[in-house]
């Protein structure tokens, strides 16, 4: 059974930083991509970053490329979101995900950990 286990959320001020963890269970991740998504109140969810299992490509969204840094250690089967620079607008439920890297559909999700950014 494939799990997907997110820690690390939490309330910070704004300007702060918070590390994020997603460790990965259940089968081998190695042709998988990995990605960061969130989702705030009222709104539909939103990529934030992606990295692919085998490879050091990156891929982030606008709004937290220069901010945000996505990375993983394969040892640990655990891919990190590194969010610095911290603003309110970043407030939201981030979920870890994992796709085959010969798609597009994210097929594994994680339960999701609550970031809030005070102003």
């Known amino acids: 059974q494939v799990q997907l286990v997110e820690s690390g959320g939490g309330l910070v001020q704004a300007g702060g930083s918070l590390r994020l963890s997603c460790a990965v269970s259940g089968r081998t991740f190695t042709s998988y991509v990995m990605g960061w998504f969130r989702q705030a109140p009222g709104k539909e969810r939103e990529f934030v970053a992606s990295i692919p299992w085998s490879t050091g490509f990156t891929y982030y969204a606008d709004s937290v490329k220069g901010r945000f840094t996505i990375s993983r250690d394969n040892a640990k089967n655990t891919v990190y979101l590194q969010m610095n620079s911290l603003k309110p607008e970043d407030t939201a439920v981030y979920y870890c995900?994992?796709?085959?890297?010969?798609?597009?559909?994210?097929?594994?999700w994680g339960q999701g950990t609550q970031v809030s950014v005070s102003s």
């Open positions: 995900a994992g796709r085959l890297g010969s798609t597009l559909q994210y097929e594994y």
